[in-house]
């Protein structure tokens, strides 16, 4: 088989890992030669990110809710979700252009998995799911019937995300990173724009300012650890800090910070905050499916103090290229900072090492096995 077509079926809010992760496969699949189409569901920041990637875009101007909301508004969601997903299947299925390559359908969003199923049997074309995150008990009820009732393949993101599915057997893709975000010459200066003396150690976190990923947490934690009462800094870099959690986290840095606490916001820019600090965290309150933002910042040769529930007991080797928290409290992520306070003369010749294994997780390397499951998939459906 020599050329297909991958559709994307993606939303216009995409964000984190996953908008991280599209994009650099999207780019390194069409590298390849492979066309890379999107269905784009929604409005939101990354809508025109994707439309200016992707070699053809539809939208079908249905905006989606999805599962989340209190107990009661969950089941109108759910029967909304239900009926909208039918509306845009139908809309897609008659106004879609038709490929003419071989064509797969991939998704990720799990409250997409209904539409792209609806779409692969009326298109007649065979669908991946590549699995973002674990799951509660509900939703892999609804995930399992889905997956079941229209042949989807799917394909997890880590060990750990498809153990917690029931998925063992499936195929891993990890997400990937790619180099050029990180490695290189740097296009800024942090220290000097946040009047950090060029000596001092730096802390960084890159992270979403949700309540998932523990920022709160992690600032208090490094308030009343040694590194801080020795004047280290901390930067972290993410939003929204107009957010009930970004404000309290700028009261905090403002009430206690004693200016080593910085708030970036959202930043595109990793490469120089990356080249500027020198080891970084990765917050959570629960198990980390993956963390793009681990494997980049050990390209970027920092070792990461991150909470080792989920992949990063794998990913991060506790005192070799990084440091395990043991639990998600303030307790725990302090006792961590001091322990890793204690290793930083040894931060250089760790953060070698977890250079050396980031790059097993190369984009480049993980879109190559990524196109030998499409392959196949394409082969098992005698689709030339």
């Known amino acids: 088989m020599n050329r297909f077509e991958i559709i994307k079926v993606v939303t216009g809010a995409d964000g984190g890992g996953v908008r991280t992760s599209e994009i650099e496969y999207t780019k390194e699949l ?12 929604g409005n939101g920041d990354t809508k ?7 070699d053809r875009s539809f939208e079908p101007g249905h905006p989606f809710p999805v599962f989340g909301g209190s107990v009661l508004k969950k089941p109108l969601n759910i029967a909304s979700l239900l009926w909208r997903t039918f509306q845009a299947a139908d809309y897609l299925s008659k106004n879609f252009p038709a490929c003419d390559l071989p064509c797969v359908l991939s998704v990720r969003k799990p409250f997409l998995l209904h539409l792209s199923g609806l779409l692969s049997k009326r298109l007649d074309i065979p669908v991946l799911w590549h699995i973002p995150d674990t ?11 889905i997956l079941n009732n229209y042949n989807i393949i799917p394909i997890g993101n880590s060990l750990y995300t498809l153990n917690k599915l029931g998925l063992e057997s499936s195929d891993i893709v990890y997400p ?3 180099k050029d975000r990180v490695v290189g010459q740097p296009q800024k200066d942090f220290k000097t724009e946040l009047g950090i003396s060029q000596g001092d150690v730096v802390f960084g976190m890159v992270s979403r300012l949700v309540y998932d990923k523990a920022p709160d947490i992690v600032l208090n934690a490094f308030l009343e650890s040694k590194a801080f009462s020795e004047g280290a800094h901390l930067i972290i870099a993410g939003g929204p800090l107009e957010s ?13 910070g004693n200016g080593q606490i910085h708030l970036l ?16 965290i990765n917050g959570r309150r629960n198990a980390e499916p993956f963390g793009i933002s681990i494997i ?8 990461v103090i991150a909470y080792k529930a989920g992949e990063p007991s794998v990913t991060v080797v506790d005192s070799e290229t990084g440091f395990h928290v043991e639990k998600p409290t303030k307790k725990a992520y302090r006792d961590t900072f001091d322990r890793a306070w204690e290793y930083k003369d040894k931060w250089v010749k760790m ?5 050396e294994i980031s790059e097993y997780y190369t984009v480049e390397h993980q879109v190559s096995r990524y196109l030998e499951i499409v392959r196949r998939i394409l082969n098992e459906n005698d689709i030339s």
Do not use: C, W
Request: glycine share 8%.
């Open 30 to 41: 069409q590298k390849r030669d492979v066309k890379v189409s999107g269905i784009i569901i």
């Open 48 to 54: 025109d990110t994707y439309k200016s990637l992707f």
């Open 135 to 145: 799951m509660n008990l509900y939703k892999r009820y609804y995930i399992n019937y």
């Open 176 to 178: 990937g990173f790619s």
């Open 244 to 256: 009930k959690l970004g404000s309290y986290l700028n009261d905090i840095a403002a009430k206690y």
């Open 265 to 280: 916001g959202m930043i595109e820019d990793v490469k120089s905050l990356y080249h500027t600090i020198d080891i970084a």
């Open 296 to 303: 980049e910042a050990m390209a970027a040769g920092k070792p």
């Open 351 to 355: 953060g070698e090492r977890a250079k």
